[in-house]
């Protein structure tokens, strides 16, 4: 006599794990270095269901979700070597896994901004390069203009722009590996008012009177004097009065000068007030002579 029992055994496919991008499967890779790269990953086989990912660079792991994204940025090295990504795929049943390994090679390229200082006509306005570039021994180029009236090849330049109004300014980078990066900004000139005066030393009993040469390109400035007796005046060209009890003094004089809207400039300039000479003398006699001494003891000239 016998027996027989048949009974159907299903086999889990093998597990395979796959990485796709927004474009496809992923293939061993280059990005530049400001590039950033989605990536997603899937499995087959096995269970079906229930798949576990973990994502390694460089042995390291990084993420355990099903989609990662990479910074070049953040994997540059400065030796600009290779970086190995490592995807091993599990499920909930099966014994083995699965994974696969991609080359990430990132090409380092510059990343252009600046920023920008003071924005007068009447002065230098710096310009700063806050953007990054490729490590040595990649080499990068800067090539500004300046709304056509100048250009310059440093990397933070400073430089005069005379036309006030809105001016764009141009920055571009080019590395020796064939990359490029390009920035344009548009920045306000604002009027300035170029301080200046003419004013000439007095005696203690004259006003000292005061010129201003001030240079202005559009509006109108506002003038401040500071005497440097802790008097002030707003006029244009003022004259004052200063006491300073019979001893000669000097005294640092201050125009500022002011344009609404736009910037502002000083200048200071010593004026000394010089004490009269003192009037008469005094004698001695001694028989027939005479000895006379005049009061002042610090002319340079006696009659």
Known sequence: MGDSLQ?????????????????????????CFNQNLQLFSSGKGGAGTGYNFKWF??????????????????????????????????????QDVDSLNKNIRVIPSPKVDFSVGSTCNFQPIQFTFIGTKPALPLTTNFIWNFA????????????KLNQTGKKTIKLT???????????????????????????????????ALFAKKTT????????????????????????????????????????????????????????????????GFSYISSGTTISFTANETNAANYH
Do not use: M
């Open 216 to 279: 202005v390109t559009s509006k109108k400035a506002n003038y401040r004097w500071y005497f440097g007796d802790c008097k002030t005046s707003t006029a244009d060209t003022p004259s004052h009065q200063y006491n300073i009890g019979e001893i000669t003094k000097t005294f640092n004089v201050k125009l500022a000068a002011n344009i609404q809207n736009g910037c502002s400039d000083s200048i200071t300039k010593a004026v000394t007030i010089n004490a009269n000479p003192k009037q």
């Open 148 to 159: 056509g009236e100048a250009n310059s090849s440093l990397e933070s330049p400073s430089q």
């Open 57 to 94: 660079l460089d042995k390291t792991l990084v993420s355990t979700a099903d989609t990662f994204i990479i910074s070049a940025k953040a994997l540059y090295p400065p030796t600009g070597a290779t970086k190995t990504l490592h995807l091993v795929l599990k499920d909930n049943c099966s």
């Open 173 to 207: 980078l080019s590395s020796n590996n064939g990359f490029t990066d390009i920035i344009t900004k548009d920045i306000d000139i604002k009027a300035q008012a170029k301080a200046n005066f003419i004013a000439e030393d007095v005696w203690e009993d004259s006003l």
């Open 7 to 31: 009974f159907t055994v299903f086999v889990n496919p093998p597990l395979k794990a796959c990485i796709q991008t927004l474009h496809g499967p992923l293939n061993d890779t280059t990005l």
